[in-house]
């Protein structure tokens, strides 16, 4: 029995209808090589098998390159916002109303609909303070002036 081009696309379907299924991306690469050498063979049915295999093994080597490289741009798609699922750093320069006092370096403060845990020098409730960094899970804040 001879592989035709039916066999690759019929492989490239499968790989990648098993993608859907398996996490990550790396029956993804195969499948699409699988799909193109089906397609070179029926642009090309005199082609032996073994060349056939040959694209099919540079092809899949050559689309998991490009597929990494391409992902690792799509990683970084939020450059323009840099604190993105790190909430605290967020809010850096933010300015703020402390809702218990700074007792000893430590006290609590309210922001939206949260309570952060906040350090610095000792003020009294009330104090309109700015977040100027992040110490663990506690926002460091000064005194705003005026």
Do not use: C
């Not at 990648?16 to 690469?29: D, N, Q, R």
């Not at 850096?92 to 430590?106: E, Y």
């Amino acid at each position: 029995m001879d592989i035709t081009f039916w066999h690759w696309l019929i492989l490239g379907i499968a790989l990648i209808a098993f993608e859907v299924v398996m996490p990550g991306t790396f029956l993804l690469w195969p499948g699409m090589a699988a799909v193109l050498t089906g397609v070179l063979a029926y642009v090309a049915p005199t082609l032996d098998w073994r060349v056939d295999a040959l694209v099919f093994a540079i092809l899949t080597v050559a689309s998991a390159l490009l597929g990494r490289k391409l992902y690792a741009q799509l990683k970084h798609p939020t450059a323009d916002e840099p604190a993105l699922n790190r909430r605290a750093e967020a809010l850096i320069g933010g300015v703020h109303t402390l809702t218990a006092p700074l007792v000893d370096g430590q006290g609590r403060m309210k922001v939206g609909d949260s309570t952060w845990k906040v350090v610095g020098e000792d003020l009294p409730a009330g104090t309109r303070v700015r977040v100027v960094g992040v110490e663990g899970i506690s926002l460091r804040v000064e005194r705003l002036d005026g």
